[in-house]
């Protein structure tokens, strides 16, 4: 199993700043991907940005050039660094390691930005 614990969130206005992060117990190279999702109320969860094993990315379109998902391997910790904020960008994100063919998530942080 994977445990993970998110933290960072919380309130901004539009156009500011965050950077979530995410601590893992695996280590790196056990791990076959991290992502981060998110999800808005009503909504359906969706992917934020991904990073594989080997330190490859993606992004979702919309966020591509705003957010940046990046890891400390030494310390075990996911990051996704956010920028330019907007109100759509409010929900609750979630960290998401892909583990031995099987899927593991935090507890979700919120995000709520005002405009």
């Known amino acids: 199993q994977v445990q993970l614990v998110e933290s960072g969130g919380g309130l901004v206005q539009a156009g500011g700043s965050l950077r979530l992060s995410c601590a893992y117990s695996?280590?790196?190279?056990?791990?076959?991907?991290m992502a981060w999702y998110r999800q808005a109320p009503g909504k359906q969860r969706e992917l934020v940005a991904g990073i594989t094993r080997d330190g490859s990315t993606n992004y979702a379109d919309s966020m591509k050039g705003r957010f940046t998902i990046s890891r400390d391997t030494a310390n075990k910790l996911v990051y996704l660094a956010m920028n330019s904020l907007k109100p759509e960008d409010t929900a609750v994100y979630y960290c998401?390691?892909?583990?031995?063919?099987?899927?593991?998530w935090g507890q979700g942080t919120q995000v709520t930005v005002s405009s």
């Open positions: 998401n390691a892909r583990y031995m063919s099987a899927d593991y």
């Open positions: 695996r280590t790196t190279f056990s791990i076959n991907a």
